[in-house]
């Protein structure tokens, strides 16, 4: 299996909801990331779990908040949200152990997120 | 402080032409380059990665790049463009250590005519 695999594909929510995205992978990989990506834009890293912790979080507001519940699962818990955290929701995972898996990251397909 | 820069945003080939995308980057150490390819409303997939060794890599689809230190370029070619290869290219810099942050370029835009 060489997939990341996301749940939802879409998803809709109004600013005072609770609702969480989902990410799987069964590669073995030790690294899991979640990245924002705007239409047009690159993608904007939020955070990295390495190991099961979180070992980067690049200042994300409070009302994204990730989990990493064991090595194949990264969860991202969404609260009162933001209109302008709609985007492109990716996850990310990579191998361990230089050079041939270093930071090679393998992408899901991504949830789209929208906020009324 | 490590970046990458794509100077060119868009960028129209006609099918069966050949492509060639720019990428320099800005970064302290041996740099590990990747090109990845995302179609609309996907995620984004690995063309080909750079670690060391010989400076031409070939990837997936038929694409190649090479890297060049002197000029800081790691540029991303294809002899003959298919219209299925009209899509989003990210070049990438990334560290020597995983789980890191791995820094992309602004993407180009690749529309292939008929």
């Known amino acids: 299996d060489t997939e990341v695999t996301q749940t939802p594909k879409h998803l809709v929510m109004g600013m005072t909801n609770k609702k969480s995205l989902k990410c799987e992978q069964h590669m073995g990989h030790r690294a899991m990331y979640w990245y924002k990506q705007k239409a047009k834009k690159p993608p904007e890293l939020m955070f990295v779990y390495s190991y099961e912790k979180l070992s980067i979080n690049e200042s994300v507001p409070s009302r994204f908040s990730p989990e990493c519940p064991n090595s194949s699962l990264l969860n991202l818990h969404l609260h009162a949200l933001q209109p302008e955290d709609s985007a492109l929701y990716l996850c990310?995972?990579?191998?361990?152990?230089?050079?041939?898996?270093?930071?090679?990251?393998?992408f899901g397909a991504g949830s789209r997120l929208t906020v009324l | 402080a490590q970046s990458v820069t794509q100077p060119d945003i868009h960028i129209t080939v006609s099918e069966g032409a050949s492509l060639e995308l720019r990428c320099n980057y800005s970064y302290g150490a041996t740099p590990y380059l990747f090109w990845y390819v995302q179609s609309p409303g996907q995620g984004l997939q690995l063309l080909l990665k750079y670690f060391s060794g010989d400076t031409l890599v070939q990837g997936i689809k038929g694409f190649e790049a090479e890297f060049k230190r002197s000029q800081s370029s790691f540029n991303l070619r294809k002899p003959s463009v298919h219209w299925s290869d009209a899509a989003e290219y990210f070049c990438?810099?990334?560290?020597?250590?995983?789980?890191?942050?791995?820094?992309f370029g602004d993407g180009t835009t690749l529309t292939v005519k008929p």
């Open positions: 990310a995972s990579s191998g361990n152990g230089a050079p041939s898996g270093a930071n090679v990251l393998t």
């Open positions: 990438a810099v990334g560290p020597n250590t995983n789980a890191g942050k791995s820094t």
